[in-house]
């Protein structure tokens, strides 16, 4: 694809329910990253990919946060039971090749805004 | 660990202005140092970047050093323009594997 998509790009939730982000990351893009970015702050690092194996989580901020992507593109980020403190813009970026390589650049999607209310 | 420190917004220039932000970092060994822009509605995008000392990134008419004795990687542009306003992020990476963003700097560019 010409870039880096996620869906939806708005979700609002109620306290209490799952939500699941989604990324599509740039065709043939080797390395998939998740990001949280609070209001007036700068995207704060979740986890990465290379491949369909994720290589660092240590990002998540508690064990209702976790990733996947099983066939190394499309990734979901799944919170369960949110909480308002969650609500946040959620980025997903790619890069072509394997973490590892000093000046890869991240190409980033639009984010998703999530809204627990 | 390893962070970035962006000068606070907002800042609001005129047109043709010269443009400075400020960026710093602290890290061990040598990163990559990345400039990225967020334009109203969009998502971040890559402006510049430099990946050792003593490089210059430039694009668009941005420009940034990677200083190393300073630990500084500030943004420069000699004529801003109103398409110009945007969020600038400072960013570092060691190995590409995870990047850290400084807090963002809003410009506001005023005919």
């Known amino acids: 694809g010409a870039g880096v998509s996620q869906s939806p790009r708005y979700k609002v939730t109620k306290r209490g329910q799952d939500v699941a982000l989604r990324c599509d990351p740039i065709?043939?893009?080797?390395?998939l990253y998740w990001y949280r970015q609070a209001l007036g702050q700068g995207p704060e690092f979740l986890t990465y990919f290379n491949y369909e194996a994720q290589q660092d989580k240590s990002g998540l901020p508690n064990d209702r946060f976790s990733a996947e992507r099983p066939e190394g593109s499309i990734s979901t980020l799944t919170i369960q039971r949110t909480e308002q403190r969650d609500s946040a813009m959620y980025r997903c970026?790619?890069?072509?090749?394997?973490?590892?390589?000093?000046?890869?650049?991240?190409?980033f999607g639009p984010g998703t805004r999530l809204l627990v209310l | 660990g390893d962070s970035v420190t962006q000068m606070e917004g907002p800042v609001t220039l005129s047109e043709e202005a010269f443009l400075t932000i400020n960026c710093t970092y602290t890290?061990?060994?040598?990163?990559?140092l990345f400039w990225y822009v967020q334009y109203p509605g969009e998502g971040l995008q890559l402006l510049l970047k430099?990946?050792?000392?003593?490089d210059k990134g430039s694009n668009k008419g941005f420009e940034a050093t990677y200083r190393k004795e300073t630990t500084s990687f500030h943004l420069e542009k000699g004529s801003v323009q109103v398409s110009d306003s945007a969020v600038y992020f400072c960013?570092?990476?060691?190995?590409?594997?995870?990047?850290?963003f400084g807090t963002g700097t809003s410009l506001t560019v005023i005919p």
């Open positions: 890290a061990t060994g040598y990163p990559s």
């Open positions: 430099a990946t050792k000392a003593d």
């Open positions: 960013a570092l990476s060691h190995t590409g594997n995870q990047f850290y």
């Open positions: 970026a790619s890069s072509l090749a394997v973490t590892g390589r000093a000046g890869e650049t991240q190409y």
């Open positions: 065709s043939g893009h080797v390395s």
